[in-house]
Structures are given as C-alpha cells and as structure tokens.
C-alpha cells in the first residue's frame, strides 16, 4: 500500500505556511468548544462560559505538551540550549504533558466557577478524543510516528525511512484515542454516570489503547526502548495512567450517581444555563 502524497503544508501564502498539523489543532478546539456549548447547562454554564474554558485549556494543552515533550524525551537537547524549549514551529508536543496542562487549567478554573474537580474533568474528558484523533490524523500527514516493519496488507513505506512496509500507528491512534475513545465516553456521559467514571474510563481506555499500539509503532531515535528491548517510554508514562484511571473508576462506585438531565425543548443545549441554572441544577441521588 502507498503512502498518501499529502503535502504537510495545507496553504502557503508567500513566506506564510500554514501545516495541516496545526489546522488540527483547530479543529480540536472548535469541536470541544461545539460540544461543550451543547452540555454546557450541566454545569450552570454560559456559551461565554465555555469559551473562557476553552482558552484554559488551550494554554493548558500547548504549555504542557511542550513542557512534557521537552522533560520527557528532549532533555539533553533542552540543556544543551535552554531556548529551545520556545522552539515549538520545530515541533515537539508531549500528550502525556499536554493532560498534566489540561489538568491544572480544570483545577484552577473549577475553583474559580466554585464546581467539584471531577465533576468538571467528566464534563471535559468527552471533549477530548476528537482533537487527539485529528492530532494523529496531523502526524500521519507529517510523516510521524511511524510504526514498525510489517507485511500486514495496509502497512505502507514511509517517505524517508526506506522501501519496507511500516505500520501506519498514526492512523491506529486514530481509531483507537479518537474515534473509539470518543463514542465510549460520550455514550457513557449521556447516562446516569457516578461522578469520576467518566475521567477514570478516559485515563484507563486512553492507556490500554497506547500501550497496546506502542507495540507496533516505533521509539523515539534518540531513545530507543527504555527496559527488557521492548518497553518504551511511551508506555512508560502510559502506566500512571492506567493505574489512576483503574483506582478513579473504583473510587467512582462509592459515589452518588449523576443523572443526565435533558431540559425539555431543547435538547442537549446551553439554554437553561442561562435562564438560571447553576451547578446545583444537575440531578443527582446515592443508589440504595
């Protein structure tokens, strides 16, 4: 199978370029931004709401993803040249900080708009797949993460690394974070849900499906596999993950159950938030 002949330049305006990956970027934000708006009465939030969620979280996203992606596998390079760290048209994003970023944006904004940090975190985490599966659609377009040698009838060569067949594990983080990951989460929070189910499932399903695709896809160069020839540092900052998403989904059983209420008329939309309905609108009851 080809390689798509994708130029990752999507326009170019005299010494302007614009990448497709960084359109993708975009088109994360916009859907979170679409899809929060939609749920935004759950909380008591305003469209105006949303979007000072939105630019939390973008800062949370691009300081952490560049901070992570410095610290955890461009470090020698950071301290050869410390300003490198601004470097980010080079390119260089971490996930794995990028949620540490999103993280501490929903701390300090739940504090601010007074709501529980879970049960902010659940209202977030539905929002997320799409933007990673558009992230992976950007890699795959910048000739990134490519997987390893295999006769697999969709493995293709990658342009620059030779005429063997590779796994395309940009486009299997594609399925697995974005699509599937995206319809699990947002079927699960359409529901009666315990709060923290919903943040515990993306932390746990998000590492089980890197894990498992870091099998095929390859280390980074400059570091190679970290343990045992076969672990890599991809699967070594996934673990946290899952064990944290393991113990949040325990801790959610113990909690009382978030019932989705959907106002009447209008759907899944932001209305009711502004006629009144604050954080305490979202029904909620303990099982017995």
Do not use: C
């Amino acid at each position: 199978m080809n390689y798509p002949d994708i130029d990752p330049v999507a326009i170019s305006i005299g010494p302007m370029q614009v990448h497709w990956y960084g359109l993708m970027y975009v088109v994360g934000f916009v859907s979170a931004w679409w899809l929060g708006r939609r749920r935004a009465y759950r909380l008591g939030l305003t469209h105006d709401d949303i979007g000072d969620l939105l630019f939390y979280a973008a800062i949370g996203v691009v300081a952490g993803g560049r901070l992570g992606y410095v610290l955890f596998y461009g470090m020698e390079r950071f301290l050869a040249n410390p300003l490198w760290l601004f470097s980010i048209w080079e390119g260089g994003m971490s996930f794995h900080g990028g949620l540490i970023g999103v993280l501490s944006a929903a701390l300090l904004y739940a504090r601010r708009k007074r709501l529980a940090f879970f049960q902010l975190t659940d209202f977030i985490a539905p929002m997320v797949p799409i933007g990673l599966g558009a992230g992976r659609i950007g890699n795959f377009i910048n000739h990134e993460l490519p997987g390893r040698v295999s006769d697999l009838p969709w493995a293709m060569p990658f342009p620059h690394m030779g005429p063997e067949p590779r796994h395309p594990s940009a486009l299997y983080e594609f399925a697995l974070e974005g699509v599937v990951l995206f319809a699990v989460l947002w079927w699960i929070s359409s529901r009666p849900r315990r709060r923290g189910l919903v943040s515990g499932l993306f932390l746990l399903l998000y590492g089980i499906f890197r894990f498992a695709v870091e099998f095929v896809r390859l280390p980074d160069e400059h570091i190679g596999f970290i343990a045992f020839g076969w672990v890599t540092m991809g699967m070594l900052l996934t673990l946290p993950m899952m064990a944290a998403g393991m113990a949040l989904v325990l801790w959610s059983r113990r909690q009382g159950i978030e019932a989705a209420r959907v106002p009447a008329q209008h759907g899944e939309s932001t209305h009711g938030a502004k006629n009144g309905a604050g954080p305490q609108a979202v029904e909620s009851y303990e099982e017995r």
